[in-house]
Every structure is written in structure tokens, then in C-alpha cells.
């Protein structure tokens, strides 16, 4: 073991030094201002590499510039990053120099003015397509376009988001077999354009210099006949089934098991329970919706976290979900929230803390120094479409279940270094559906209603990640 640990170290030291500091630092900053995301986390890798060479070579200037660059591209990516940002304001602070020319501020100013939003100039309707003109030039990171579906009002919602950009007034649109098209500023630098109707419509879009174009085509055929031979369920099943997802295959692992209990929170309720019930229930909306689901475990069996991820890999699944609930000592019960994280190596202790209890119950002969540095070599072509589906994911549960629950906390997307996901050949998230510690959100968490509906946001999420990344 400490042979294998040597030999990883020694990779880790030979990747960090392979190209020069200010090489990197050039790489990073041109993949910053690139569109893709893809681009964006090469940009925060490089970032984070500069960072542990300063810390090495302790050079302050080049950790500043890192800590930068690991914030701007971290805020871009929805990764946590508030550690880095505590520490470069503690680094500033010891390192800052009043400008000693009144033009350096003129530049700044001038700076400024250039990130100003872009203006909407015009709507209207060209061969049949709604065109949306701007005054600047729009490219793909300003445009965010996804798909919605409410299952009581048989209602589907396709929206368009667009950033950083500015509405004079509100707008409501007409177009035969539409329901509703109405654009508006939806938060103080976003646009929100939304195409509304009870049946299936197809958009495709694209983008021409400072033009959105979108074509609108309602599919719907022969609602009436269809009515006839099917009943209610099953016209559900079958709208909501927009997106061709094929035979994608899920492996929802429930965490714990047996012997291993997990987290023993309000009123000794266990983790192993309540997240078995919601994935027992994901599995159920899941399959209704086409997919093709395992799990790792149906019953109260406990099974190695290296176990987990083999399992998903011989099914040649598409997506791995790994259900946990969340807890914290005696006398800070008051806690609470829900986070969805994907791998990575981290930094941040509350990352840490949640990872420590649910690493613990395997792999416990690596000490941590080991654990990272096998982490910087897994799963780095996986983390990119692992951040997109915790995104996915986080903000469909958030959605869902604040219709019908007060005071829901969402704690954010995270990165941490899970060992149940290290292994997966495929995108994968790990999901804290609450604190079993906080009485209110325990007493939530075994109530069947809270379970199905939570399991229903995760779902939402799965199918929101296959439309957006079809």
C-alpha cells in the first residue's frame, strides 16, 4: 500500500511541474474566456495546480492569481468556492497597494462600462420563427434554455434564459397552437422567455451575431382518439415523455445498509431507511418515464462502497445516484439544507466532514494525504457532465418541493471526494437529502408524501440533464 501511495505522490509532483507557471497560468486564463464549459473546468483545474505550486513554492503572487482564477471559474461552473474566497481576502489584505496614479483608476472605471448588459431592442415574428434582437453580439454561455413539465396541470414549459441582459417592459406573444409566450426580466441582469402549452411543442434555436432565433412547432396530434384508448395514467407516461431518452440506464444506489446504518438522527430515525424508501420510489418514476433502473440495494444489506460503482459499471449504466441524508453533532441540531455533490478533490471542510462520514465505512487503511492524491487521478473526464447533472438535479429538487414545503434550504451543488462514486465510467452525483439531525426536516424525511415528492424532483432533475445534453 505505502509503495502505491509513493508511486501516485510522485505522479502528482511530476503532473504539477510538467509545464512552467507562467505556461499554465496562460492556458488557464485563455480556456477562462472560452464559451464551453468543458473549457471553464480545464480553466479551474489549471487554477487550482497554480495554486498548490504556490503553496509550495510559497509565492504569494502567483497564489493570489490562483485563488482568482479558481473563484471566477468556480462561480461560473456553480462550485462552492467560499473557502477560496476567505482566503484570498485574508491574502489581500497583507499584500494590497493603494494605485499610485489617479489613471489606473480611470481604467478601472473604464473597465467597468464594458461589462454593461445587453439591451433587448426588438421581438417579432420572421418566416414563421420568433426573433429576439439584442444590441450586442450574443454567444452560447449568454443563452440557457431548458424544459419543463407539470404532471397536475398537464402543462409544459420551454425557457430561455439569457445573461446578462436587459428588458424595457414586459411582453406577452400570440401564435396559433400556443398556449402563451411571455417575455420578462426575471432577475435584474436575466431575460426569461417563456413558451407555455398543454401539449408537446418543438423548439430548436440558434444564434446569429445579436439575434435569437427560435422555431416553434406544436407537435400535438390527435389528442381526442388518443384519450380513447388509453387512460389517465398512461397519457401522463406518455407526455411527459418529451425528451427520447432511449433505454437510458439509472443505477440508484441507496447509501448504507446492514450493518452499516449511517447517520442516526431526530428520534433515532436511520439514514439506511429513509434513503432506501425515496430510492425505492425514484426507481418507480424513473421506469414510468422509460428508463432503465438498478439498484444497488432493494433491502437492508450492507454492501462495500467499491462495490457500488462496479455494480454500475457492469450495467454500463448512463448515470449513477447515490442517496445519503445528512447529519451533524449534538447541539447543532439546527442545521439543515439540501446539497447534491459530485467527485472531486477538495479543500473545503464541510465537504470534508460530509465525505469523512460517508467514506467511513470503507477504505479506511489510506490516509488522507493518499486519498488525495488517487482523487486527482480518477474521474477527471467525468467531472464536467458530473457537475451539469448535480446542477440538474439540485435545482429540480429545490423546484418541486418548495410548491408544497416552507422554508426549504438549498445548500448549494458541492464538490467533495466521495468514495462511493470514485470508479463510476459514468456522469455521477451524490445527493444529501436533508439533515436526519434537524427535527423539523427529519420529521419530514420519513413522512411518505415528503419521500415521493422528493424522489419526483430527483427524477425531474435526471431528465432535465438528458434534454440539456442530448
Same mark, same amino acid.
Given at each position: 500500500?505505502?509503495?502505491?501511495?509513493?508511486?501516485?505522490?510522485?505522479?502528482?509532483?511530476?503532473?504539477?511541474?510538467?509545464?512552467?507557471?507562467?505556461?499554465?497560468?496562460?492556458?488557464?486564463?485563455?480556456?477562462?474566456?472560452?464559451?464551453?464549459?468543458?473549457?471553464?473546468?480545464?480553466?479551474?483545474?489549471?487554477?487550482?495546480?497554480?495554486?498548490?505550486?504556490?503553496?509550495?513554492?510559497?509565492?504569494?503572487?502567483?497564489?493570489?492569481?490562483?485563488?482568482?482564477?479558481?473563484?471566477?471559474? %468556480?462561480? *461560473?461552473?456553480?462550485?462552492?468556492?467560499?473557502?477560496?474566497?476567505?482566503?484570498?481576502?485574508?491574502?489581500?489584505?497583507?499584500?494590497?497597494?493603494?494605485? =499610485?496614479?489617479?489613471?489606473?483608476? *480611470?481604467? @478601472?472605471?473604464?473597465?467597468?462600462?464594458?461589462?454593461?448588459?445587453?439591451?433587448?431592442?426588438?421581438?417579432?415574428?420572421? +418566416? /414563421?420563427?420568433?426573433?429576439?434582437?439584442?444590441?450586442?453580439?450574443?454567444?452560447?454561455?449568454?443563452?440557457?434554455? $431548458?424544459?419543463?413539465?407539470?404532471?397536475?396541470?398537464?402543462? !409544459?414549459?420551454?425557457?430561455?434564459?439569457?445573461?446578462?441582459?436587459?428588458? %424595457?417592459?414586459?411582453?406577452?406573444?400570440?401564435?396559433? /397552437?400556443?398556449?402563451?409566450?411571455?417575455?420578462?426580466?426575471?432577475?435584474?441582469?436575466?431575460?426569461?422567455?417563456?413558451?407555455?402549452?398543454?401539449?408537446?411543442?418543438?423548439?430548436?434555436?440558434?444564434?446569429?451575431?445579436?439575434?435569437?432565433?427560435?422555431?416553434? *412547432?406544436?407537435?400535438?396530434?390527435? =389528442?381526442?382518439?388518443?384519450?380513447?384508448?388509453?387512460? =389517465?395514467?398512461?397519457?401522463?407516461?406518455?407526455?411527459?415523455?418529451?425528451?427520447?431518452?432511449?433505454?437510458?440506464?439509472?443505477?440508484? #444506489?441507496? %447509501?448504507? /445498509?446492514?450493518?452499516?446504518? /449511517?447517520?442516526?438522527?431526530?428520534?433515532?430515525?436511520?439514514?439506511?431507511?429513509?434513503?432506501?424508501?425515496?430510492?425505492?420510489?425514484?426507481?418507480?418514476?424513473?421506469?414510468?418515464?422509460? $428508463?432503465?433502473?438498478?439498484?444497488?440495494?432493494?433491502?437492508?444489506?450492507? @454492501?462495500?462502497?467499491?462495490?457500488?460503482?462496479? !455494480?454500475?459499471?457492469?450495467?454500463?449504466?448512463?448515470?449513477?445516484?447515490? @442517496?445519503?441524508?445528512?447529519?451533524?453533532?449534538? %447541539?447543532?441540531?439546527?442545521?439543515?439544507?439540501?446539497?447534491?455533490?459530485?467527485?472531486?478533490?477538495?479543500?473545503?471542510?464541510?465537504?470534508?466532514?460530509?465525505?469523512?462520514?460517508?467514506?467511513?465505512? #470503507?477504505?479506511?487503511?489510506?490516509?488522507?494525504?493518499?486519498?488525495?492524491? $488517487?482523487?486527482?487521478?480518477?474521474?477527471?473526464?467525468?467531472?464536467?457532465?458530473?457537475? +451539469?447533472?448535480?446542477?440538474d438535479i439540485q435545482q429540480s429538487i429545490l423546484s418541486n418541493m418548495r410548491k408544497y414545503y416552507r422554508g426549504v434550504r438549498d445548500n448549494g451543488v458541492r464538490e467533495g471526494p466521495f468514495w462511493v462514486l470514485v470508479g463510476a465510467q459514468m456522469p455521477a452525483a451524490l445527493i444529501e437529502v436533508g439533515f436526519i439531525t434537524h427535527p423539523k426536516e427529519a420529521r419530514r424525511l420519513v413522512d411518505k408524501t415528503y419521500q415521493r415528492r422528493f424522489a419526483k424532483g430527483i427524477a425531474d432533475g435526471i431528465e432535465r440533464y438528458f434534454i440539456k445534453n442530448r
Open positions: 500500500m505505502r509503495k502505491a501511495l509513493a508511486i501516485l505522490l510522485l505522479l502528482l509532483a511530476v503532473s504539477l511541474h510538467a509545464i512552467s507557471d507562467n505556461a499554465l497560468l496562460k492556458r488557464a486564463q485563455q480556456n477562462l474566456h472560452k464559451s464551453s464549459k468543458t473549457a471553464i473546468f480545464n480553466a479551474y483545474n489549471d487554477y487550482k495546480n497554480l495554486y498548490l505550486r504556490a503553496i509550495i513554492k510559497e509565492n504569494k503572487p502567483l497564489k493570489i492569481k490562483a485563488l482568482k482564477g479558481i473563484i471566477t471559474t %468556480g462561480d *461560473k461552473l456553480h462550485i462552492d468556492v467560499s473557502i477560496y474566497k476567505k482566503e484570498l481576502k485574508n491574502s489581500v489584505k497583507t499584500t494590497y497597494k493603494k494605485p =499610485k496614479y489617479n489613471h489606473q483608476k *480611470k481604467k @478601472i472605471k473604464k473597465k467597468i462600462k464594458l461589462t454593461t448588459t445587453n439591451k433587448l431592442q426588438k421581438v417579432y415574428w420572421s +418566416k /414563421g420563427r420568433l426573433v429576439l434582437r439584442f444590441k450586442h453580439q450574443l454567444r452560447n454561455k449568454n443563452v440557457n434554455f $431548458f424544459k419543463l413539465y407539470n404532471a397536475k396541470k398537464n402543462s !409544459y414549459k420551454y425557457v430561455f434564459d439569457i445573461a446578462p441582459a436587459m428588458l %424595457g417592459k414586459q411582453r406577452r406573444l400570440s401564435r396559433n /397552437g400556443i398556449q402563451s409566450i411571455k417575455i420578462a426580466q426575471y432577475k435584474p441582469s436575466t431575460i426569461r422567455l417563456v413558451i407555455k402549452n398543454n401539449s408537446i411543442v418543438n423548439i430548436r434555436y440558434a444564434l446569429q451575431k445579436n439575434e435569437l432565433i427560435i422555431r416553434i *412547432k406544436n407537435t400535438k396530434t390527435k =389528442k381526442s382518439k388518443y384519450k380513447k384508448k388509453q387512460n =389517465k395514467k398512461n397519457i401522463i407516461h406518455k407526455q411527459h415523455n418529451y425528451a427520447p431518452i432511449g433505454k437510458k440506464v439509472i443505477v440508484i #444506489d441507496p %447509501g448504507h /445498509g446492514g450493518k452499516d446504518s /449511517g447517520a442516526t438522527g431526530y428520534r433515532k430515525y436511520k439514514e439506511k431507511k429513509v434513503v432506501l424508501s425515496i430510492a425505492k420510489y425514484l426507481k418507480e418514476y424513473l421506469q414510468k418515464r422509460g $428508463f432503465k433502473v438498478y439498484m444497488t440495494r432493494s433491502r437492508d444489506i450492507f @454492501i462495500k462502497l467499491r462495490d457500488r460503482t462496479r !455494480y454500475a459499471n457492469r450495467k454500463k449504466a448512463d448515470l449513477f445516484i447515490s @442517496i445519503h441524508a445528512n447529519a451533524v453533532a449534538r %447541539g447543532k441540531h439546527k442545521t439543515q439544507g439540501i446539497e447534491t455533490y459530485f467527485l472531486s478533490p477538495t479543500r473545503s471542510s464541510r465537504s470534508k466532514r460530509v465525505a469523512e462520514m460517508e467514506n467511513k465505512s #470503507d477504505i479506511d487503511d489510506m490516509n488522507y494525504y493518499g486519498k488525495q492524491s $488517487f482523487l486527482m487521478f480518477m474521474n477527471n473526464h467525468k467531472i464536467i457532465a458530473s457537475n +451539469k447533472l448535480a446542477i
